[in-house]
């Protein structure tokens, strides 16, 4: 049964690590901006979750309620993006060495924000994941909350899909990604859509850190190991594709679970290895476009 608890704990990293890798690609697809920071976005959402969790336990919340009180922590934190797309509404048109460096400058803020407000030290939120059970099928065993986590993801990716294609502002979202002179020509708001865009990157990001807390301590190494591991899935999947970041997320969350299982300080190597035959093999990823 260890290829099963391979294949369901690379998944449930991969719905996590597919929130962020989204947001990513979301940012990217519509206003260029590689953006190192959804890695601070993510282990905001770890802390803020926690908080949230352990204020709502301490007023009488049941300990089973706490996966909605964490999607509402995650969603909740949205509030911060239109703020940091401001910041980086400077550097639009700007050489993409400063949109690196601005991005990772904010990183860093945010480690010292992270420090100041909830300490050095790990934060976690115990056994509480149990309260929801496991979920037993011959020798197979798993949390039923990592089950609900897997289903959540699959849900907002779904939702996201179906948005994007189906409504108003999806279709326009496409068409600025596509063209933004010719969408402002047209009469659409582009600093309205570069702010709800990037809020939108920003909410995935902080849902995931949100979500992926009761199964591990919050820690000030979260941003850097996050980033690593979501530009991996970007490199693998392709830039600024949605179906590459579900691929890439995939890959990446398997050869994880892979690593952990039979040698976990082959973990970091096993994914960059893919990374290394992707760029040889296919230097636009899985589903990306080449660009002429």
């Known amino acids: 049964m260890a290829f099963v608890d391979i294949l369901l704990g690379g998944v449930f990293h991969a719905a996590v690590l597919f929130l962020v890798a989204a947001g990513l690609q979301l940012v990217f697809g519509v206003q260029k901006?590689?953006?190192?920071?959804?890695?601070?976005?993510?282990?905001?959402?770890?802390?803020?979750?926690?908080?949230?969790?352990?204020?709502?336990?301490?007023?009488?919340?049941?300990?089973?309620?706490?996966?909605?009180?964490?999607?509402?922590?995650?969603?909740?934190?949205?509030?911060?993006?239109?703020?940091?797309?401001?910041?980086?509404?400077?550097?639009?048109?700007?050489?993409?060495?400063f949109q690196l460096l601005l991005t990772f400058a904010l990183v860093l803020m945010f480690q010292d924000v992270l420090r100041f407000f909830w300490g050095a030290n790990p934060n976690q939120l115990g056994d509480l994941v149990m309260s929801y059970g496991k979920i037993s099928a011959g020798a197979v065993t798993i949390p039923t909350y990592n089950v609900l986590v897997i289903l959540a993801s699959i849900a907002i990716a779904a939702g996201i899909g179906s948005f994007l294609k189906h409504t108003r502002f999806g279709r326009i979202l496409r068409a600025t990604a596509e063209n933004r002179e010719m969408s402002q020509a047209l009469g659409v708001n582009v600093r309205w859509m570069y702010a709800s865009v990037f809020t939108l990157g920003t909410v995935l990001g902080t849902v995931g850190g949100a979500l992926v807390v009761p199964t591990a301590a919050a820690t000030l190494d979260m941003p850097v190991e996050l980033v690593v591991e979501a530009f991996a899935v970007v490199v693998i999947g392709g830039l600024g594709s949605m179906r590459g970041a579900l691929a890439g997320a995939l890959v990446v969350g398997l050869m994880r679970a892979l690593s952990i299982r039979y040698y976990a300080e082959l973990e970091m190597l096993a994914i960059y290895l893919v990374v290394i035959v992707i760029l040889i093999a296919r230097p636009a990823g899985l589903f990306g476009k080449a660009v002429e």
């Open 33 to 97: 901006i590689v953006n190192l920071a959804c890695g601070s976005f993510y282990a905001l959402g770890a802390y803020f979750g926690i908080s949230a969790v352990n204020w709502a336990i301490a007023r009488g919340m049941p300990p089973g309620a706490f996966l909605p009180v964490l999607l509402v922590a995650g969603v909740a934190l949205g509030v911060i993006g239109p703020a940091i797309e401001a910041l980086l509404r400077t550097i639009y048109h700007r050489d993409e060495a």
